[in-house]
């Protein structure tokens, strides 16, 4: 069985359910979203296409645990799932967390200090 494949689908699936039935952020209906996964995919691909270049790899692949498709220069077309799921599940995460309010300290008051 080729595990790599299975825990790279399910890895979507499962980021993709809990959005669409647990946090639903709206997250896959914002402009900003798409951007930043083309960003991510666009450091994506050198970084990962050096790491596993088939000539001289640094990484290496067990293939019969894999579909054997590479798309650009090498790269299992597994790894694009896992950085779909590791970089949606931090943003939905992020999101669901929400914005952190620091405490305001109140401006020292002026009058207090002239009347010492």
Known sequence: MPEYTVFAVASV????ALELLWLR???????QYWLAMAIVLGFQVPVDGWLTKLRDPIVLY???EMTGVRVP???P???FAFGFSMVTLTM?????AG???TPRTPAPDAS????R
């Open 13 to 16: 699936v499962v980021v993709v």
């Open 25 to 31: 952020t709206g997250i896959f209906r914002q402009l």
């Open 62 to 64: 067990a293939e019969s």
């Open 73 to 75: 220069w090498d790269i």
């Open 77 to 79: 077309v597994e790894d």
């Open 92 to 96: 939905l995460l992020w999101l669901r």
């Open 99 to 101: 914005p952190t309010r």
């Open 112 to 115: 207090a200090e002239r009347t």
